[in-house]
């Protein structure tokens, strides 16, 4: 059964860029995945971040990007701040109607 | 404007039933249809079932295929998940979320399904 990755935690300090991936357990992620990503904070409904790859909703700040870099989809935040200490999905399309997210990202800025 | 209602959450027994419901406004079917997605207290998130809001595409995770059923009704614009034989482990939040475009664009702000005896 392929697996979605994603980092567990990771750090950044405030103004910093940091990298979030999004991987398979078995193959390479592409964008016929569609990859996108979603922001969540405590007792709140996730955010849609980024769709297909690399397409930013209404709303969402330009200092967060989505690509594909190698094998994993990626969100990188340029120039982070506070109100990003969030926790960060990504999910794949799999074909066939079929959905799988990723076990999420703790992203501590500090 | 892509509009969600959720209800039908609350507490079932082990091996009871619930239907959660959707009701979407604003919506614009061509490639596009309505996900439910759950969370675990404590966990990430899980894809559990997908429903053009037209069309024949529907789909369910493993977890939940035979267990559970998503349906619609067109009058109403809502969409439903029928949840049967539930388990302690469906214990969840679920949120209804249109989707377009391979993409979840629009969160419901959630329903607790609580399994317990």
């Known amino acids: 059964q392929t697996v979605v990755t994603q980092e567990s935690t990771l750090s950044v300090s405030p103004g910093g860029t940091v990298t979030l991936t999004c991987g398979l357990t078995?193959?390479?992620?592409?964008?016929?995945?569609?990859p996108s990503w979603y922001q969540q904070t405590p007792g709140h409904p996730p955010r849609t971040l980024i769709s297909?790859?690399?397409i930013r909703s209404s709303g969402v700040p330009d200092r967060f990007s989505g690509s594909i870099l190698g094998n994993k989809a990626a969100l990188t935040i340029s120039g982070a701040q506070a109100e990003d200490e969030s926790d960060y999905y990504c999910?794949?399309?799999?074909?066939?109607?079929?959905?799988?997210f990723g076990g999420g990202s703790k992203l501590t800025v500090l | 404007q892509v509009h969600l209602v959720e209800s039908g959450g609350g507490v079932a027994q082990p091996g009871g039933s619930l239907r959660l419901s959707c009701a979407a406004s604003?919506?614009?079917?061509?490639?596009?249809?309505i996900h439910w997605v759950r969370q675990a207290p404590g966990k990430g998130l899980d894809w559990m079932a997908f429903?053009?809001?037209?069309?024949?595409?529907?789909s369910y995770t493993d977890s939940v295929r035979g267990r559970f059923t998503i349906s619609r009704d067109n009058s109403k614009n809502t969409m439903y998940l029928q949840m049967n034989s539930l388990k302690p482990e469906d214990t969840a939040i679920y949120y209804c979320?249109?989707?377009?475009?391979?993409?979840?664009?629009?969160w419901g702000q959630g329903t607790q399904v609580t399994v317990s005896s």
């Open positions: 999910v794949l399309y799999m074909g066939n109607y079929i959905w799988v």
């Open positions: 604003g919506v614009t079917p061509p490639h596009s249809g």
């Open positions: 078995t193959g390479s992620v592409s964008t016929t995945n569609y």
């Open positions: 429903m053009h809001y037209e069309g024949s595409g529907i």
């Open positions: 979320v249109h989707g377009e475009s391979y993409a979840f664009h629009l």
């Open positions: 297909t790859t690399n």
